[in-house]
Nanobody, 124 residues
Framework: QVRLVESGGGLVQAGGSLRLSCAASGLTFSSYHMGWFRQAPGKEREFVACITKTGSNTYYKDSVKGRFTISRDNAKNTVYLQMNSLKPEDTAVYYC?????????????????WGQGTQVTVSS
């Protein structure tokens, strides 16, 4: 049984930082590209960042470039999202997801497995 479990969310003031973690089990972690998505109330789920299977390449939503960093530790079966300079518009539920495709994807439909999400709230 595949499980993705996010942690690290919370309430932070604008300009602050949070580090999200996603621990994976039940799959060969290094065989999956990993992504972070988010969904704000009343909005569709959107891509935030993704990282290739080996960690050699990363991709970001334009609005988080320079503020967010995705990384992974294949020995720990964990992917991270370091979020700095947070803004109120970053408020959302953040989800990690695993994608077995040969080519890395930013489209959520391509991801095979999803976590339950962790709430991030940024106050102004």
């Amino acid at each position: 049984q595949v499980r993705l479990v996010e942690s690290g969310g919370g309430l932070v003031q604008a300009g602050g930082s949070l580090r999200l973690s996603c621990a994976a089990s039940g799959l060969t972690f290094s065989s999956y590209h990993m992504g972070w998505f988010r969904q704000a109330p009343g909005k569709e789920r959107e891509f935030v960042a993704c990282i290739t299977k080996t960690g050699s390449n990363t991709y970001y939503k334009d609005s988080v470039k320079g503020r967010f960093t995705i990384s992974r530790d294949n020995a720990k079966n964990t992917v991270y999202l370091q979020m700095n300079s947070l803004k109120p518009e970053d408020t959302a539920v953040y989800y990690c997801a695993a994608d077995s495709s040969s080519l890395i994807e930013t489209r959520s439909i391509k991801y095979d497995y999803w976590g339950q999400g962790t709430q991030v709230t940024v106050s102004s």
